[in-house]
């Protein structure tokens, strides 16, 4: 019996289905959210006893919901309109009247607002500069100071909490997102298939299919980002123990690289007339049912959980169907000038199944 730990027994509590389900509908971030703006609220309230205790919770919660190292960033830009805000405040209240300096505060806090590091929080700069003034307290130092000090309080709040209290994982996000792919490749696969058998293929929806693989986000990309809001992380002990986002990365990479070959596929299988040759459209619809069991197997098991070692027992299968197609182009039974093109851009999608399977880094394993 093997002593090696998987996927999930690594990853214990932090991957339970209840934690999984809570963070996907919210709940998570919802109960934070509420922990943090009710700590927030008493600490600057009943214990600091500030006149202007409602900024705290309100910085701590815009913290709420951002990845450990993103909160840090939030975190300066809050700080920084607020104290910008109040100094725009200031300046134009000692320089000119109530009304004329609301009316330089509020474009000038516009403008300051602007700053690119600033953004998307730069409105509020304006927004402190106005609330500052029509509360009369511009010029007063007690107060000025009371206000950056609540906020720095709340952010100070938001970041240990959104830290401490299950932080944000995208990383368990991402392979999510990798295995909805590798079965929306193989539903297409399938459906093709079952066109080229009855002659009633809509290569309008697979293209439509096809091409919204990748619309949103590139999986190398998710991957990334669930790799970056693992930084200052406690989760991300539990996932360096099995290898981290380098666990997904050749699986996203080749995902990426089938989304084209799949392309290529649809666009040749749809140009081609396999009523003319039987021959052709067994073999054909024989290797993508093949494939479409590969990328349905991968989703089960290699690309869920690459540490696993599950292996594709249906790969050889979709091997030995294009090898069956390239000799009947050899043999020259193809009629069809799409043929080839069927042929290479299956080959690109094995391809990528072989790496969904781990075989490189098997081979590597067995040479070390």
Known sequence: MSGRRTNSEEQGILEHPLIQRCESI??????????AVVIAWVVANDVFHSPEAFLAPYAALF??????RNSMRVAARQVSVVVLGVVVAAIAAVTLPTVAAL??????????GRIPRLSPDGV??????????LYGTATNPYLVMHRIGDVVLGVFIGITVNAVLVPPDYLSDARDLLVARTHEVSD????????????DGNGDLWRRRALSVNKSVTAEAAVTEGEASLVG??????????GGADLFRPAAEALDG??????????????SNFDKNETLKGSVAGLLDAMAGAFEDAGRGPVHDPADGHALATLPLAREKLSELEKLLQQGKV??????TIILSSRGLLAALRVLDGEEHKSESVHD
């Open 26 to 35: 919210g709940i998570v971030t919802a109960l934070k959210g509420a922990v």
């Open 63 to 68: 913290i709420i919901g951002n990845t450990v």
């Open 103 to 112: 009316a330089l505060a509020t474009a000038a806090g516009m403008l300051v």
């Open 124 to 133: 509020w700069v304006a927004v402190t500069a106005v609330l500052v003034l």
């Open 188 to 199: 297409i696969l399938r459906q093709m298939a079952e066109g080229v058998k009855t002659g």
């Open 233 to 242: 992380n406690f989760r991300k002990r539990g996932w360096l123990r099995i």
């Open 258 to 271: 089938a989304a084209l070959h799949l392309m290529g596929l649809i666009l040749a299988v749809e140009d």
């Open 335 to 340: 009629t069809t000038a799409a043929a080839p």
